[in-house]
């Protein structure tokens, strides 16, 4: 096929069912000027949705190894909506991927229609497997707190010429050592923890951003997560969910006019609540001082389908990166990282970001 982008993934959760039924879902969508729901882009540059093609997947859980992608996507633990069911067989079987740190001991705690249960099928070579079918980008949607197995995926995406998605909140685009790896390999990489349409970080951004240009001064703030999917799970086990919580403070910090203490900025997942499933609900505080050094109260309520909302910007990313590959760029994509992640190499306004994904997508932006 002409515009294909031949992607792989790691890590076959709810994010990436969600990804894999938008592709299918968005699949009549031609043109630029229709109005499509639920897209931001409905073609990047010459890319249509449909041009990503899945062409191989590694995960651990004995539910879906060995299972055609077009079925794994719906085995449990995944609790995603379903909002595309009639996906055809994709003829790409999910390969087991080495465990390493994927599969949080805490788990256990769980059923087994919770949390993950690990196959017994022996590794495949990751690099071989990506090499074998041709993929052109690696979209890395592991478990929080993977730090080995993500280090060991992108290895892998250097050793097979593959450009780099990295969604899951374990610095590589933004950390120089990791993106200068991918610059040296001639591969553009974008990340770090994928962006949602509309989630709490960014409104959380939006809300800091127009408080300090309005001259309130912000003084506390905190965002407080549930939800019921594994995500959740996985983010209860405070080392795991640690540099989540930087990497959401972070981009919350970045938009403020004076930096507050982690202690006045308290934003983390809260609570796990099973039968909220992949339903998340936010709630985000904002206390400042406005004209007369008088005190301003905001709070809001989100709630949205976690995976697919985040789905929402995996499929622009990847457009993106294909953009990025075709133009031989290497090294992170500061436009899509800023835009599309939470912890981007730089930060920049939402505003701005958009702006520069724009102007890159033209080509009057090298990144
Ligand atoms: N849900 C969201 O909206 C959202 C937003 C931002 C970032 N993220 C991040 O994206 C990542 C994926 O999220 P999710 O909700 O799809 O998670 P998930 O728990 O639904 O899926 C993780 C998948 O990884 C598999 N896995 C575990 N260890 C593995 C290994 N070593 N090799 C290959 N596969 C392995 C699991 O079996 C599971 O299928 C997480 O790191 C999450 O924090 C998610």
């Known amino acids: 096929m002409k515009n294909e982008i031949r992607v792989a993934i790691a890590g076959l959760g709810n994010c990436a069912s969600a990804l894999v039924q938008g592709i299918y879902y968005y699949k009549d969508v031609k043109r630029e000027d229709e109005l499509v729901p639920g897209l931001m882009y409905n073609l990047v540059g010459k890319y249509r949705p449909k041009d990503i093609k899945i062409v191989a997947v590694f995960d651990v859980d004995k539910r879906k190894v060995g299972k055609d992608v077009s079925k794994a996507i719906f085995a449990l633990p995944n609790c995603v909506k379903t909002f595309y069911t009639n996906i055809p067989n994709l003829s790409t079987k999910v390969k087991m991927g080495p465990v390493l740190d994927g599969v949080p001991p805490h788990f256990k705690e769980y059923s087994r229609d919770k949390g993950f249960v690990v196959s017994k099928e022996k590794p495949v070579n990751i ?23 993500i280090r060991f995926y992108a290895n892998e995406a250097l050793k097979a010429n593959c450009a780099l998605v990295n969604c899951i909140p374990v610095f590589i685009a933004s950390d120089k050592k990791w993106s200068d790896k991918f610059k040296k390999k001639g591969l553009p990489v974008i990340g770090d923890d994928i962006k ?71 934003i983390a997942p809260s609570d796990y609540v099973p039968w909220l499933k992949d339903t998340k609900l936010a709630f985000i505080r904002l206390e400042g001082r406005q004209f007369g050094d008088l005190p301003l109260e905001l709070e809001i309520r989100l709630q949205v389908h976690d995976s697919p909302n985040s789905a929402g910007c995996i499929i622009e990313a990847v457009r993106l990166a294909k953009i990025a590959l075709d133009r031989k760029i290497a090294g992170p994509l500061i436009s899509a990282s800023a835009y599309f992640m939470k912890h981007p190499p730089q930060q920049f306004v939402d505003e701005k970001a958009r702006e520069m994904v724009e102007e890159f997508i033209k080509g009057e932006r090298e990144v």
Do not use: C, M, W
């Open 196 to 266: 949602s349409q509309i989630g709490a970080t960014i409104i959380h951004r939006v809300l800091a951003n127009i408080f300090s240009n309005r001259g309130v001064h912000i003084l506390k703030s905190y965002q407080l997560n549930v939800g019921g999917n594994t995500d959740f799970i996985n983010l209860i086990a405070k080392e795991r969910g640690k540099s989540k919580k930087i990497s959401k403070t972070e981009s919350v910090q970045s938009q403020l006019s004076k930096r507050l203490s982690y202690d006045d900025l308290h």
């Open 127 to 149: 690099a071989k497997e990506l090499k074998k079918s041709g993929a052109q980008i690696l979209i890395t949607l592991l478990p929080v707190g993977s730090e080995k197995a």
